[in-house]
């Protein structure tokens, strides 16, 4: 539970107003003068059942705990949080007193790290140590430019690291932590020596640590920094600080598992491209890279380890591709959307030539390299593909084992046929009945279907949004930088949690998605990594503008329902009280009515007021319906026939209230 989560679980919105102003029950809800504006009649209600408030009078406003707080003490969200953490005993983790402390220790690894980068590079350009470096990176024929960018360095060893990180005040303690040197009975060492060094960087940029290939041939090939509190290996992919904008364009990230494979592609351009470290492709990479696009190719070597890395990758992307209902774009209808099941992750395979890895074929021969990704097959095709190389499918154990690795991909294919036609596939390749393979398919397309091997736990899935259309919205906005030039509405008036008007703000004050998570309080770093992390249908500039504009239609319909809804809930109070204190009529002339009613004048009055705000909010969505139905493209029969139906109930409730009020 996040702590924004918490905090309203532990706020009740009745006693947090209840001590701005005096409420009055009224049925199963609460009214009030309004705290806002001045009024004699009460139209400020809370409903204690959606934990909401609404203003019927001037302000025509409405939140939660924290847009009330906000509001009654003209402050943002920040100090409402700190507020309401307060009053609910929650601690935020930026008030937790060891925080500053370790902030300021992770700066200080980070400083360490951005020092040794440097140090690096100047070596690898300008020392005679770096001329063997210097000459393999031309060998691998990569530029100047692509030198700098990716900062290659050269790593001498023998303490010279060490000793000008000392000069420059860093502890022995701080590089050991950073993990740049280690320490045995002898004393501390530098932990590269003799290699060629590759900065790693997470999303932002920052150094968190490094990649070092051998210049000797008595030593491991690849040497990488240590887990530390900078640099977690299964949550880090290497150059996606570069290619997250060209992954977002292209609606597509092509992983590959070596440096220098990123590093040639980047250089010829195809810059979708980042590297798994080293080991099998990993539940949290998977997560992350799910927030740039739903679009995986796995381009890993085709040599033993690099089938086995594959199969490890697959199993991993295929438990994190849960079927999820998702918005598409509809066909022919200017960025109108739907919703469809489908896979949350679409998986393909590129088949890299036996001997060949990604670096080879970016370097010689790119058009075959665009024609690889370009016929990158779907992953159950590849999977299905492999079974007679790595199986004796002659055998019955082999057949059985075969069964069980394709299964789970199977499982995933949302479409009946499609998932018909690879099973009656599997069944012919490991030669058995069909019969005896779909109850083991259903059974692992249940929704407790077992997640795949891993000895890492899976991550805690994100508690589903209460508000999914504002998600939709904001996922848009932050997605399509263009839609800044939109005309936007308050997001007062279209987005009804505190949190999503934050975000709303930050994106509104800062140009760039990194600009506004430096801005936004810890606690709101979860909401926008969950809006960020949301589903979008592939659109351009223009459709993307259109999906905008329905999507603000559909929370202003929404908003003026909830608003109807509200003003009925207040008449059925009324009504409620009537009834108790003996009225025989209940309708607007009885509410009118002071004799037939009961009321006293001032409630007769504010119960009119009640249902004249009632018939002109049914009045606009009446005009608002009408509008669109007459603006939009052809629709169905179905929908047609709903609005129709809508329509004509409001009609006829417009001249049921018109005929009383006469």
């Known amino acids: 539970?996040?702590?924004?989560?918490?905090?309203?679980?532990?706020?009740?919105?009745?006693?947090?107003?209840?001590?701005?102003?005096?409420?009055?029950?009224?049925?199963?809800?609460?009214?009030?003068?309004?705290?806002?504006?001045?009024?004699?009649?009460?139209?400020?209600?809370?409903?204690?059942?959606?934990?909401?408030?609404?203003?019927?009078?001037?302000?025509?406003?409405?939140?939660?705990?924290?847009?009330?707080?906000?509001?009654?003490?003209?402050?943002?969200?920040?100090?409402?949080?700190?507020?309401?953490?307060?009053?609910?005993?929650?601690?935020?983790?930026?008030?937790?007193?060891?925080?500053?402390?370790?902030?300021?220790?992770?700066?200080?690894?980070?400083?360490?790290?951005?020092?040794?980068?440097?140090?690096?590079?100047?070596?690898?350009?300008?020392?005679?140590?770096?001329?063997?470096?210097?000459s393999y990176l031309e060998t691998r024929g990569l530029d100047a430019r692509t030198v700098g960018d990716f900062q290659l360095g050269f790593a001498p060893g023998r303490g010279a690291l060490l000793n000008r990180l000392s000069e420059k005040g860093f502890a022995s303690a701080e590089l050991i932590d950073a993990g740049l040197c280690v320490e045995n009975e002898k004393g501390v060492f530098d932990r590269f020596h003799d290699r060629l060094?590759?900065?790693?960087?997470?999303?932002?940029?920052?150094?968190?640590?490094?990649?070092?290939?051998?210049?000797?041939?008595?030593?491991?090939?690849?040497?990488?920094?240590?887990?530390?509190?900078?640099?977690?290996?299964?949550?880090?992919?290497?150059?996606l600080d570069r290619a997250r904008d060209a992954i977002r364009e292209k609606d597509l990230v092509v992983v590959v598992e070596g440096y220098m494979d990123v590093i040639a592609a980047h250089q010829f351009g195809y810059r979708n491209v980042v590297a798994e470290m080293g080991t099998a492709l990993t539940e949290k990479q998977v997560t992350i890279l799910k927030r740039y696009s739903r679009n995986l190719t796995l381009a890993l070597d085709a040599d033993a380890a690099g089938s086995e890395a594959t199969m490890r990758g697959?199993?991993?992307?295929?438990?994190?591709s849960e079927r999820e209902v998702a918005p598409v774009v509809a066909p022919g209808a200017r960025g109108f959307i739907h919703l469809q099941e489908q896979s949350a992750t679409q998986i393909r395979i590129i088949a890299i030539p036996e001997g060949k890895d990604p670096d080879d074929l970016i370097r010689k021969d790119s058009a075959r390299w665009e024609r690889l990704v370009d016929e990158a097959k779907p992953v159950i095709d590849h999977v299905l593909d492999r079974l007679p190389e790595r199986f004796n499918l002659t055998d019955p154990n082999d057949s059985s084992k075969a069964a069980k690795e394709a299964a789970p991909v199977i499982a995933a294919i949302s479409e009946p046929v499609l998932r018909d036609l690879y099973t009656q596939r599997l069944a012919r390749l490991v030669h058995v009945d069909e019969s005896t393979l779909r109850p083991l398919i259903a059974a692992l397309r249940s929704p407790r279907r077992p997640q795949a091997r891993s000895a890492e736990a899976a991550p805690q899935p994100q508690p589903r949004s209460s508000e999914p259309v504002e998600e939709h919205l904001l996922a848009l906005l932050f997605a399509f930088p263009a839609l800044r030039e939109f005309q936007l509405p308050d997001p007062r008036r279209v987005l009804t949690l505190a949190v999503h008007q934050a975000l709303w703000e930050a994106w509104h004050e800062h140009p760039t998605i990194e600009e506004m998570r430096e801005s936004l309080p810890e606690e709101l770093q979860p909401e926008l990594e969950r809006v960020l992390a949301r589903t979008l249908p592939p659109l351009d500039d223009t459709n993307a503008e259109n999906a905008l504009a329905e999507t603000i239609w559909k929370l202003e319909q929404r908003n003026l329902r909830r608003a109807k809804m509200m003003t009925v809930d207040a008449i059925s109070d009324a009504e409620s009280r009537a009834r108790e204190e003996g009225s025989l009529v209940v309708d607007l002339i009885g509410m009118l009515s002071q004799a037939q009613s009961g009321l006293n004048e001032e409630e007769a009055g504010e119960l009119a007021e009640v249902y004249?705000?009632?018939?002109?909010?049914?009045?606009?969505?009446?005009?608002?319906?009408l509008a669109r139905y007459h603006s939009r493209e052809p629709l169905s029969e179905g929908t047609k026939q709903a609005i129709h139906a809508r329509l004509l109930h409001q009609r006829t409730r417009e001249d049921e209230i018109e005929g009383a009020a006469s």
């Open 314 to 320: 697959i199993e991993v992307a295929s438990a994190n």
């Open 1 to 134: 539970m996040s702590v924004i989560d918490e905090i309203k679980q532990r706020v009740d919105i009745v006693d947090l107003v209840g001590d701005a102003v005096t409420l009055k029950k009224s049925g199963r809800n609460f009214k009030a003068n309004c705290p806002f504006h001045n009024e004699r009649t009460p139209s400020f209600y809370v409903f204690p059942d959606r934990q909401y408030w609404q203003c019927f009078g001037a302000c025509a406003e409405g939140g939660d705990i924290f847009s009330f707080v906000q509001k009654r003490e003209s402050s943002d969200f920040r100090a409402a949080l700190r507020t309401l953490a307060e009053r609910a005993g929650v601690q935020l983790e930026s008030s937790r007193p060891r925080d500053n402390a370790r902030d300021d220790r992770l700066d200080r690894l980070r400083a360490a790290n951005e020092a040794a980068a440097s140090f690096y590079h100047n070596l690898l350009l300008q020392s005679a140590d770096g001329a063997e470096s210097r």
């Open 197 to 239: 060094v590759i900065p790693i960087r997470d999303e932002r940029g920052r150094v968190t640590g490094f990649g070092g290939r051998t210049m000797v041939g008595d030593a491991a090939k690849y040497l990488n920094t240590p887990q530390t509190d900078l640099f977690d290996k299964s949550a880090t992919l290497y150059a």
């Open 612 to 625: 004249v705000e009632d018939w002109e909010r049914g009045v606009e969505l009446h005009q608002r319906l």
